[in-house]
Nanobody, 129 residues
């Protein structure tokens, strides 16, 4: 699997951004895009990688960290192998490199980076006035 994240940029506090993650290929165990969870993580300078959101493959159940709950929404389009992250009411504390990730397993939900085997290259989000 190869993941390509895009959509980052500079936005003022209170603004919005939408990130996209496009997946190509299957996992090593042969899972196509429609059969694996995709998660978003972020990492700010000097901090550990932090879970942001995840969406399950079949019924698209979502989960969010407390810090973004109610402001961020993730969705997926299995016909386009794409997962999106809509980020509203952005705060300076949201500044980070954002990564999409996928597991080489049928795990439905995890907030642990170690459970994900494939990572996109990251896209920078900067929230500043």
């Amino acid at each position: 699997v190869q993941l390509q994240a895009s959509g980052g940029g500079l936005v003022q506090p209170g603004g919005s951004l939408s990130l996209s993650c496009v997946a190509t290929g299957r996992t090593k165990i042969g899972l196509p895009f429609a059969n694996y969870t995709v998660a978003w993580f972020r990492q700010a300078p000097g901090k550990e990688r932090e879970f942001v959101a995840a969406i399950t493959p079949s019924n698209g159940q979502t989960g969010y960290s407390n810090s973004v709950q109610g402001r961020f929404t993730t969705s997926r389009d299995n016909t386009k192998n794409t997962v999106s992250l809509q980020m509203n009411s952005l705060e300076p504390e949201d500044t980070a490199v954002y990564y999409c990730a996928a597991p080489d397993s049928r795990i439905l939900f995890s907030s642990r980076p170690a459970d994900y085997d494939y990572w996109g290259q990251g896209t920078q989000v900067t929230v500043s006035s």
